[in-house]
């Protein structure tokens, strides 16, 4: 068992997440694992789960979110 490093919960079902740089996160959960590692909207601060948006380096949940920091070429798929 493993101790997830979001909850602390020790669960047999726990899993490695491997990312960029050689980072190794565990974690007993999807939602734990989105909370540790998914980017924050620039905008209105929600986790972004999909695609979303970049621009300059910053993260954008959605089209909107980004125009309103200035970003008006960013799109959302039609």
């Given at each position: 068992m493993a101790v997830c490093e979001v909850c602390g919960n020790?669960?047999?079902?726990?899993?490695?997440?491997?990312t960029a740089g050689d980072g190794v996160h565990t974690f007993d959960s999807i939602e734990c694992a989105a909370h540790r590692l998914a980017p924050i909207c620039d905008?209105?601060?929600?986790?972004?789960?999909?695609h979303g948006h970049q621009a300059d380096g910053r993260f954008f949940c959605c089209a909107h979110c980004a125009r309103a920091r200035g970003y008006e070429t960013l799109t959302d798929s039609a």
């Open positions: 020790d669960y047999a079902l726990s899993f490695e997440v491997h905008n209105c601060q929600c986790k972004v789960l999909g």
